[in-house]
């Protein structure tokens, strides 16, 4: 298995992660790696948060090796104990995190992918992570993460709250051949073959050869079913890529309302301020209009009197 092709994998954007994998797996059991192909199979899709990590190892290696050559100074201070020390170096390693944070942004954006604050925050989880365990740092490293890291006190853990493990990719052994038995030996060396068969081994033969061609038949079924059960897990891999990228753009048009929410909200705001200025107003002009109703009512009753 080419081991450079697999890394390769973690380098594409998210929608053709799910397509080269399948393709490079069929590769691999086309020219007879069939545990290679499994294995490149298994492969996990990475997060959106985990490609972003992925990304910064690729385009940004200078502060990728910055945050974890930091990381061993910060545990280093961590593990003596050194309070003073360690608030000085504090401000530093939120400045780490947040300058890889917007790079991230940055490159997304001139992929035309929006970065929400729900991965961002993720994203800055796994390099804190990296900073503080250097199996994190390991894994951010290797540019093959498949999901966010997070260090909560005892340890490393994935987006969905499971302890990671370093695992570092492993290459697909070439299956041995098949020993040569003795009797193939003794034929190959020019040995008269053994004599024909008693009667009773020729049942035992056919017996066997019958079983033989049953458990091909049978594996023929059963892989028969693996191709439809992987036809399925295939569609529904799909669909769930497809559900993935339909919930980052919900939660960038979330954002957005939200926004437009809160502005509306201001709006409404300071119409209704101003409804409660123009009552007022209306008040006054009403009483206004009441008294020189009175006024005007009286001076013709004075006229009335006048002319009688």
């Avoid at 192909?37 to 190892?57: C, F, Y």
């Amino acid at each position: 298995m080419d081991v450079d092709a697999v890394v390769e994998l973690y380098g594409l954007p998210p929608d053709q992660f799910t397509t080269a994998r399948n393709r490079l797996a069929t590769e691999l059991r086309r020219a007879g790696d069939a545990s290679g192909s499994a294995s490149v199979k298994a492969l996990r899709k990475p997060t959106m948060a985990a490609w972003l990590a992925n990304q910064l190892v690729r385009v940004a290696p200078d502060q990728i090796a910055e945050l974890t050559e930091f990381g061993d100074e910060l545990r280093a201070v961590v593990l003596a104990g050194d309070g003073t020390r360690l608030r000085h170096l504090t401000p530093r390693r939120h400045d780490l995190v947040q300058r890889l944070v917007a790079t991230a942004k940055t490159e997304a954006a001139t992929m035309g992918r929006a970065v929400t604050s729900t991965v961002a925050e993720r994203l800055a989880e796994t390099l804190d992570a990296a900073l503080v365990d250097p199996g994190a740092a390991k894994l951010l490293r290797s540019g093959q993460l498949t999901s966010a890291l997070r260090h909560i006190g005892f340890g490393v853990v994935d987006e969905s709250g499971e302890p990671v493990t370093v695992r570092p990719l492993k290459v697909a052994k070439a299956t041995p051949a098949p020993k040569t038995t003795a009797r193939a030996s003794r034929s190959a060396r020019g040995k008269p073959a053994p004599p024909r068969a008693a009667p009773r081994e020729d049942v035992q033969k056919r017996a066997m050869e019958r079983q033989r061609a049953e458990l091909e038949d049978r594996l023929r079924e059963v892989e028969a079913e693996y191709g439809e059960a992987e036809n399925q897990r295939q569609a529904a891999e799909a669909d769930l890529d497809a559900n993935e990228h339909h919930i980052a753009d919900m939660h960038t048009a979330i954002e957005r309302l939200t926004s437009e929410l809160e502005q509306a909200r201001h709006e409404l705001r300071t119409a209704q301020s101003q409804t409660r200025k123009l009552e007022r107003s209306l008040t006054r002009a009403e009483r206004d209009a009441a008294i020189a109703r009175r006024r005007r009512d009286t001076q013709q009753e004075r006229l009335k009197a006048f002319n009688e």
